[in-house]
C-alpha cells in the first residue's frame, strides 16, 4: 500500500497569511494527487484535482504542485472560512490513501 | 444539482449486519464509477470501496476485505455497501462518493455507523 504523509498535522496562522501543507508518498504516484478540504461536521469537499488542476468553484487563491511523491497545497491568502481542515489523496493505485489531515488554526 | 444521499446507518451489536444505501441524483450514475470512504469519530478519512461504472470490478481496503461488499443498481440509481462480521473499529461516518477525473470524489452528507453492545 502507498502511504501518503501530511504535514504539518496542524498550523496556527492569521488571515491574509500564506501557508503551505505538503504531502509525501511512499512512492512515486505520477500526480495521481487530490486535496480535500473538510469543515467540522460536513463532508470533504475537493479543492485540487491531479495535483495541480483547480477544481470548479474552488477560489483561484487555493493552488496545487508537485509530481512524483512531493505535492503541496498552497493557500495564498487565508481567509476566515479557511480555518478548517485539508486532506490530500493518492488515486494511484487501490487502496487510495489519505493522508492523515492538517488543521488550519487562527493563531 | 449533483446528490448523494446516503441511508441505512445506526446502532448495531459487534458481529451484526447493516446495509448502506446511497440514491444518486443529478448525473449519469450508470457512467460513474463510485466509492465508499469511512471516517471514525475525531479521527482522519479512510478509503473503504469501489466499484466500477457497471458493478463488476470492485476493489477493497484490507481491513474490509471479505466482511463488506460494494454493489450498485443501475436502474434504481443507487449504490449499496454491504457490511457484516461488523467490529467496533468499524465505527464511523460512511460517506459515498462519485469519481471524476484521477478519481477525484465528491461526497454526499454521510451516515453514522455505530457498532457496540
Known amino acids: 500500500d502507498i502511504q501518503m504523509t501530511q504535514s504539518p498535522s496542524s498550523l496556527s496562522a492569521s488571515v491574509g497569511d500564506r501557508v503551505a501543507i505538503t504531502c509525501r508518498a511512499s512512492?512515486?504516484?505520477?500526480?495521481?494527487l487530490n486535496w480535500y478540504q473538510q469543515k467540522p461536521g460536513r463532508a470533504p469537499k475537493l479543492l485540487i484535482y491531479?495535483?495541480?488542476s483547480l477544481q470548479s468553484g474552488v477560489p483561484s487563491r487555493f493552488s496545487g504542485s508537485g509530481s512524483g511523491t512531493d505535492f503541496t497545497l498552497t493557500i495564498s491568502s487565508l481567509q476566515p472560512e479557511d480555518f478548517v481542515t485539508y486532506y490530500c489523496?493518492?488515486?494511484?493505485?487501490?487502496?487510495?490513501?489519505f493522508g492523515g489531515g492538517t488543521k488550519v488554526e487562527i493563531k | 444539482e449533483v446528490q448523494l444521499v446516503e441511508s441505512g446507518g445506526g446502532l448495531v451489536q459487534p458481529g451484526g449486519s447493516l446495509r448502506l444505501s446511497c440514491a444518486a441524483s443529478?448525473?449519469?450514475?450508470?457512467?460513474?464509477?463510485m466509492h465508499w470512504v469511512r471516517q471514525a469519530p475525531g479521527k482522519g478519512l479512510v478509503w473503504v470501496s469501489r466499484v466500477d461504472s457497471y458493478g463488476s470490478s470492485t476493489d477493497y481496503a484490507d481491513s474490509v476485505k471479505g466482511r463488506f461488499t460494494i454493489s450498485r443498481d443501475n436502474a434504481k440509481n443507487t449504490l449499496y455497501l454491504q457490511m457484516n462480521s461488523l467490529r467496533v473499529e468499524d465505527t464511523a461516518v460512511y460517506y459515498c462518493a462519485r469519481a471524476h477525473l484521477y478519481s477525484s470524489l465528491s461526497w454526499g452528507q454521510g451516515t453514522l455507523v455505530t457498532v457496540s453492545s
Open positions: 489523496q493518492q488515486t494511484y493505485s487501490t487502496p487510495f490513501t
Open positions: 491531479a495535483a495541480f
Open positions: 512512492q512515486s504516484i505520477s500526480n495521481y
Open positions: 443529478g448525473f449519469t450514475f450508470s457512467s460513474s464509477w
